[in-house]
């Protein structure tokens, strides 16, 4: 542990806010569920304390709360009850995802045939949609604005705590969607809280969908609201998709629309997640544009690589080779080269942000190309990004169809998971949560220069 750290520890155990006088002290240790391994400056959270292990993994934590959240990135988040001495085993999870649609899970017969794929190909987890593009959410909210805006006219997950139920026995590490700004709904439903044209008309993207205004902090709430609800069903992972503007200058928004604004909007945005969500065993994750891991620049969407990592745990860039249609510095055509779009990605994003290769999960193309040559991304082209994204060390993957619509084309028990042959079937272009036509609100970012 560094200095820096160790003084924050020394702080957090000397400098106790008042509300711990009177509570009683709880003393454990941390540990890597699988290895043993004493874990060494992980946060110990109540809602009215927090500490950091030692070198020893051990920890003391005076509270009057009745459990605590132990929450680090390479590891399933737990709730534990506090009682005198805790020995706290922390299991530490990979996630190999597939993606269940909004509409796929209104489907029986799709959840089923996710579930079994899952099985049979031995991944171990599930991104499923909260709250879609058109705004619609997925579950009974008991947020006002939710019902009066018509996001709750058709609920595809209206069992949700079933639901979750069932993939916990399963094993299943689940992550709930949720887009954030582009949101149909909440726009036209309420359109003081919307982008607007120019002429005072209301803004609709390529698709026809509107998008809510990334300053109001209405918009916010609203977003937060809905987090807070889901984390409180016991999902292991909230991912904030959309987390960015339109890349479209000439749109009226409440504050002047600069690259320093949008930053610190988006990054205020997830600062306030990260509070409100501080108190739930959930970890927090962001959806990035792929070239986002190339520069410096927040391209006029607020996204800036090296902001971001300070408000969530893990950060998911959409490196779908045929999202980078400028190409890659040595790559012109990235849908022929897959691997290399992956690998290049991701070292390019760890060397911009500092961070460890465990702190990217990536979004990975499971879908015909769109911006090339129309090619079928089958086994070998999901292989050569699955392997690629295993060899530089992240956090897993997430395979992305927008229909959900996977299969398994060969699996050979021999081989290692990387190396799994999971094929697909090309999606519907108008699926409303399309995520890979992630360009259709505006032209296409500038291109990325031959060297960086």
């Given at each position: 542990m560094n200095i820096s750290r160790s003084f924050q520890l020394l702080c957090l155990l000397i400098c106790l806010p008042l509300s711990c006088w009177g509570a009683d002290l709880y003393r454990g240790t941390v540990h890597d569920a699988e290895t043993g391994q004493a874990l060494t400056g992980i946060e110990i959270r109540t809602p009215d304390a927090q500490a950091l292990t030692d070198l020893s993994g051990r920890f003391s934590l005076p509270?009057?709360?009745?459990?605590?959240?132990?929450?680090?990135p390479g590891y399933r988040p737990q709730r534990v009850s506090l009682h005198a001495e805790l020995n706290i085993q922390l299991q530490p999870i990979v996630p190999k995802?597939?993606?269940l649609s909004y509409w796929g899970a209104d489907l029986p017969q799709k959840r089923l045939e996710i579930q079994q794929l899952l099985t049979e190909a031995d991944m171990n987890a599930l991104v499923f949609d909260i709250k879609t593009s058109r705004g619609d959410i997925a579950y009974r909210s008991k947020v006002p604005l939710a019902a009066a805006v018509g996001a709750q006219q058709v609920r595809t997950l209206k069992d949700l705590p079933e639901f979750l139920a069932q993939l916990k026995a399963q094993g299943i590490y689940t992550i709930a969607r949720i887009v954030v700004?582009?949101?149909?709904?909440?726009?036209?439903?309420r359109p003081g809280l919307a982008l607007h044209e120019r002429s005072a008309r209301l803004w609709e993207d390529r698709e026809g969908i509107s998008w809510s205004d990334p300053f109001n902090p209405d918009v916010w709430e609203y977003n937060l609201a809905i987090a807070?609800?889901?984390a409180a069903?016991?999902?292991?992972?909230?991912?904030?998709?959309?987390?960015?503007f339109p890349a479209k200058s000439d749109l009226v928004f409440s504050k002047a629309n600069t690259g320093e604004n949008r930053v610190a909007a988006i990054n205020g945005f997830l600062s306030q997640a990260r509070e409100r969500l501080a108190n739930y065993p959930v970890m927090i994750s962001a959806n990035i544009f792929g070239y986002i891991c190339w520069?410096?620049?927040?391209?006029?969407?607020?996204?800036?690589?090296?902001?971001l990592a300070a408000h969530v745990d893990y950060l998911s860039p959409m490196l779908y080779p045929s999202g980078f249609p400028n190409g890659i510095p040595g790559y012109r055509n990235p849908v022929a080269n897959p691997s290399a779009v992956i690998a290049n990605s991701l070292q390019k994003a760890r060397q911009l942000s500092g961070l460890p290769a465990i702190r990217f999960r990536p979004w990975l193309q499971a879908f015909r190309d769109y911006a090339f040559d129309r090619r079928s991304f089958r086994a070998a082209a999901v292989n050569a990004q699955i392997n690629a994204s295993d060899a530089s060390g992240s956090h897993g993957w997430m395979l992305w169809n927008a229909a959900s619509r996977f299969s398994l084309a060969g699996l050979q028990q021999q081989i290692p998971l990387g190396e799994l042959n999971l094929a697909d079937v090309s999606p519907k272009f108008e699926d409303a949560t399309m995520l890979t036509r992630a360009l259709s609100d505006e032209s296409p970012l500038a291109p990325i220069p031959a060297a960086l």
């Open positions: 509270s009057k709360a009745d459990s605590l959240i132990v929450r680090v995802a597939l993606y700004f582009k949101d149909d709904r909440l726009a036209k439903g807070e609800e889901v069903f016991g999902v292991d992972e909230i991912q904030f998709d959309y987390i960015r520069k410096h620049k927040d391209n006029k969407i607020g996204q800036r690589l090296v902001d």
